[in-house]
């Protein structure tokens, strides 16, 4: 059985920082792409920023320049450095990871964590 936990979430003023942590656990046989999606109240779950196995990475537009997404391979851990946040950043922050498992390769979500920016 395979467990993404997220944590890190929490209240911050306009401007500030957060770093966001997602950990996988269980009978991993390896994971490929790791990354982190968001939703806010009344809208879809949009991707804010992945991360592949060789480090490759991608963002929302309006994300870049402020987020910074990485991962620890030796950990199966992903982070989410936030920086310069806005109040439109306020969200839900959900984990995700492709993962090979004994039964095939399948995605898994974390239980999502609140990041609320205040103006």
């Known amino acids: 059985q395979v467990q993404v936990v997220e944590s890190g979430g929490g209240l911050v003023q306009a401007g500030g920082s957060l770093r966001l942590s997602c950990a996988a656990s269980?009978?991993?046989?390896?994971?490929?792409?790791m990354g982190w999606y968001r939703q806010a109240p009344g809208k879809e779950r949009e991707l804010v920023a992945g991360?592949?196995?060789?480090?490759?990475?991608n963002y929302a537009d309006s994300v870049k320049g402020r987020f910074t997404i990485s991962r620890d391979n030796a950990k199966n851990t992903v982070y989410l450095q936030m920086n310069s946040l806005k109040p439109e950043d306020t969200a839900v922050y959900y984990c995700?990871?492709?993962?090979?498992?004994?039964?095939?390769?399948?995605?898994?979500w974390g239980q999502g964590t609140q990041v609320t920016v205040s103006s």
């Open positions: 995700n990871a492709a993962i090979l498992v004994a039964a095939g390769a399948y995605d898994y």
């Open positions: 269980g009978s991993i046989f390896s994971i490929n792409a």
């Open positions: 991360i592949t196995s060789g480090g490759s990475t």
